[in-house]
């Protein structure tokens, strides 16, 4: 017999997050566009933190949404993907606009938005960690 397990809470945040980088991803480009600015950032400083924010993202996704993904895999109750996959989502945003208003310093989207991000990665690797150990 064949179990096709379908993946679609980790698939739904996967997708929104690649929304976001396109988004992001965007952002550079139109900036880049504006000040003609073709690799690296040139001294500028609104290209700076744009690229800033967008690897940010980018540094952080691939765990979290691997992690969200294993915990699908495994079975975790669906309740909690969603919320982690929502907190995943908002803290994200959160540190996107903080750390474009705080201008690369302190703002309080920028704290809360890394501290749940990292809740979201420790949360799930938890998660991941006590089903390895379940299934012992």
């Known amino acids: 017999m064949e179990i096709i397990m379908s993946l679609a809470i ?3 945040y996967i997708s929104l997050t690649a929304l976001l980088i396109v988004a992001l991803t965007y952002r550079v480009i139109k900036l880049r566009r504006t000040h003609k600015i073709g690799i690296g950032s ?6 700076a933190l744009a690229q800033r924010v967008h690897a940010n993202l980018l540094e ?4 979290a949404l691997l992690l969200l993904l ?20 908002v803290a ?18 920028r704290f809360w938005g ?5 809740a979201v990665i420790i949360g799930l690797a938890l998660i991941n960690l006590f089903s390895f150990i379940i299934a012992l």
């Open 42 to 47: 040139a001294g500028n400083e609104s290209l």
């Open 70 to 89: 294993v915990a699908e895999t495994n079975g975790a109750n669906n309740l909690l993907l969603h919320l982690f996959g929502s907190i995943w989502l």
């Open 10 to 12: 980790s698939g739904l």
């Open 114 to 118: 890394m501290l749940l991000t990292w």
């Open 60 to 63: 952080n996704a691939p765990i």
């Open 92 to 109: 994200r945003l959160m540190h996107a606009v903080g750390l474009t208003q705080g201008k690369g310093g302190y703002h309080i989207g």
